[in-house]
């Protein structure tokens, strides 16, 4: 066997593979943080051209974010930055209430204590931006929050679940936080968590954190669900 010759090909595979995830999550940031609007066409010559790329791993990278449901293929030919509807909101948003909540409640058994001191320092950092009144990072913070409890949970692949499932909701996450009060609500909900979870009060913390979920679902509803995105 021609080591050298093999170890070329699994380089250059290897290396094309990171490109691919590179491009994947540039292109998925870029959907979640709104800069593709839903129904924005992805053409993979433009794509390529933008990112400095060729056309394979984006290629590579559009059949990942298709699969993750957050662009649809064209009937011919290419493809399309998701749109939700308001069932399609619903629906999701129920789901992730379950799952996260269930998640929560493991973290408030095993969360570390310098876990929960991480916990704290985002709610200070939201503090601050209440004060200054920088709306789109706070949503950035919540979302931190608690994707970092559902890691505490210790359960890999509950994580991914949630993280797979809720990651289309993040742009209008961000929306109803430029509502009036969101974020002092929301603010004043981790503190309780937190004090549950310091306690190990896994029932109480569940409950909060699907409360929070269902709130959400809620405000979204109130702009009109997709009216307003």
Known sequence: MDYENRYEEIRKIRNQALLGDKVYKNLRNAILSGKFEPGTRLVEDKLAKLMGTSRTPV??????????????????????VGVLFDTDIRDIIEIVAVLEGYAVYLAAYKAPKDGIRILEDIIGKEEECIRTNDREEIARLNWKFYDTLCRFAGNKRLYDIINNIKDCLFRYWVVIFNQKGTAERSVKNQKSLLDLIKKRNAPGAEKIARKRIIRGKRLIMSCGGMKDF
């Open 59 to 80: 290629r590579e990278a559009l059949r990942k974010l298709e699969r993750d449901g957050h662009i649809h293929r064209r009937p011919k030919g290419g493809y399309t």
